[in-house]
């Protein structure tokens, strides 16, 4: 079985690290695909994404997962990989009702390719890219919400806005 796992990814935290150790236990290969959304103004450049995703899942010793970005409907690109599924992560109940919108959107696309769902470690439960980003820019503690190596990123990526302004 091939799975995409697809998201943003600005930056990777440790929610999405449970996902990925999870779901690469049942599947065959995991893509982990960046999606190039050129609409969002993330932090991290989608290269610099990748850097951290690929550090972070060799650190864990994670051998299946491949890693990509992406651009355009995900339902095509889970063709072009040839994927039969793709992963996503439930947290609070705030993210139903949009991911099985996307879901049932994809399924009428392609039915041949399925959602799965795996639902949030509670100790993740309100954890998301944006909150790591806002507690870092008003100085708080993200040691548990994020790997160090993204941690120090993040770091260097405030000091480096800090001296741009
Ligand atoms: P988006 O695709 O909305 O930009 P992300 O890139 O942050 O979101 O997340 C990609 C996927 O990972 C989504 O399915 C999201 O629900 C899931 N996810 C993010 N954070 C967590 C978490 N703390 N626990 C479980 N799943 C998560």
């Known amino acids: ?5 697809p998201g943003s990814f600005d930056p990777i935290t440790y929610g999405h690290l449970d996902i990925i150790t999870r779901a690469s236990k049942f599947v065959d290969t995991l893509v982990v695909a960046v999606l190039n959304n050129s609409a969002k103004s993330p932090m991290f450049s989608v290269e610099e994404r990748i850097v951290m995703l ?4 060799a650190d864990l010793g994670l051998k299946n997962i491949k890693f990509t970005d992406f651009s355009g409907l995900l339902i095509d690109f889970a063709k072009e990989i040839s994927a ?5 992560g439930l ?3 705030t993210d139903f009702e949009y991911e099985f919108q ?6 009428s696309l392609n039915s041949s390719v399925e959602t799965l769902f795996i ?9 998301s ?4 980003k806002e507690v870092a820019i008003l100085g708080g503690d993200i040691s548990f919400m994020v790997p160090a190596i993204v941690g120090d990123e993040i770091k260097k990526k405030l000091e480096k806005i800090k001296r741009e302004a």
């Open 129 to 132: 890219s944006s909150v790591v």
């Open 1 to 5: 079985m091939v799975a995409v796992y």
């Open 119 to 127: 639902s949030t470690s509670t100790q993740y439960l309100y954890l």
């Open 91 to 93: 947290r609070a109940v």
């Open 54 to 57: 690929k550090k972070t899942c």
């Open 84 to 88: 039969n599924v793709i992963i996503r």
């Open 102 to 107: 996307m879901a049932l959107t994809n399924r």
